[in-house]
């Protein structure tokens, strides 16, 4: 649809209020525009008047952007009817993405549902960190697992971007069957295979993978009151918290790894604020990884934890070497 117009970028248009207009004056999508932005802010909501706009160009069916052009549009009842409940379902503090129904991610444009977690910008890097390793290690059709792939993000993305083969797993069937629509819709239904599952519960003993990536659960208990309705109250408790230090997933991860990567193979994560010193060591006591980094996002946090399968012996050399083509 056209109203997935996602940028941020505002016109500038004169100041106003909705109280310049009477009560028997027409709905215009300015008049609209400015009464919702004031309705929203005063439910709390900052991000009132984008809100407003981006569900009014979704009724529109038009891009966001296009809303300014043609400010004086009278409304028609049934737009109307069509935008009072979406505007009392934002109000309610449920998510925008729900609402709309979708979510872009990189180059996809996902569809979303309650259940299902959002997406979130900062992990669009952790895409980045796995396609540049690939490009640098040259891995020639590459194979990867995604741990916790919610609406499919991750997964999908790598194999959009690289044409990797990827196994994505979830212990959630809402999520899978959505991230399995996602696929379809995008044409990846043949490079992405879906499993439910814990971590690495359905995954083969002996498969074997160039990368593992995981945005796993990493909240604490305590981070429950400070998260805002809209996380708290819509998104996925199972896809959010991972027990009192918010480590539980990712000792999972930790310890499993290695076992289905190929020698030498990343394994990349995501991890909450304050967390990736503890989780590099957590890697680095384990005997099992090397090269262990810490990545920041855009925002400047240690968000990223990238390692690598040890390479400790000539066999597992000489097994890298061999799938890698060198020789």
Not at 27 to 34: A, D, G, S, V
Not at 124 to 147: G, K, S
Request: proline residues 5%; negative net charge; glycine residues 8%.
């Amino acid at each position: 649809m056209k109203s997935r117009d996602h940028s941020h970028q505002g016109a500038v248009v004169s100041p106003a209020s909705a109280d310049q207009w009477s009560d028997s004056d027409p709905w215009t999508l300015l008049r609209l525009i400015l009464w919702s932005s004031e309705y929203l802010e005063g439910k709390g909501l900052s991000s009132g008047r984008l809100d407003a706009e981006y569900l009014l160009a979704h009724v529109l069916d038009i891009g966001r952007l296009q809303l300014y052009m043609d400010f004086e549009r009278p409304l028609k009842q049934e737009e109307l009817n069509q935008f009072r409940p979406l505007l009392k379902r934002r109000a309610s503090r449920e998510p925008l993405q729900y609402i709309l129904g979708c979510q872009p991610f990189r180059e996809l444009e996902l569809s979303l549902r309650p259940g299902v977690l959002i997406p979130r910008p900062e992990t669009e890097q952790l895409v980045d960190e796995v396609l540049d390793w690939f490009l640098r290690e040259e891995v020639d059709r590459p194979t990867a697992l995604d741990v916790g792939t919610g609406s499919g993000a991750i997964a999908l993305s790598l194999a959009a971007e690289s044409g990797a083969k990827v196994v994505a797993t979830d212990i959630s069937s809402v999520a899978l069957d959505l991230a399995r629509s996602n696929a379809e819709a995008a044409g990846l239904g043949a490079l992405v295979e879906f499993r439910e599952g814990r971590i690495f519960e359905p995954i083969p003993v002996k498969a074997k993978f160039d990368a593992i990536v995981s945005n796993p659960p990493y909240l604490r208990e305590v981070d429950e009151r400070l998260l805002e309705p809209e996380v708290l109250d819509w998104e996925p408790r199972e896809a959010l918290f991972s027990g009192k230090d918010g480590l539980d997933v990712i000792r999972g991860l930790v310890a499993g790894a290695f076992q289905y990567l190929r020698p030498g193979g990343l394994l990349a994560l995501e991890v909450g604020v304050g967390q990736a010193k503890e989780v590099a060591l957590m890697l680095e006591d384990s005997g099992h990884y090397e090269a262990v980094q810490i990545k920041r996002d855009h925002a400047t946090l240690e968000r990223f934890v990238i390692a690598h399968v040890s390479m400790c012996d000539e066999d597992a050399r000489a097994e890298r070497a061999l799938s890698r083509g060198d020789v």
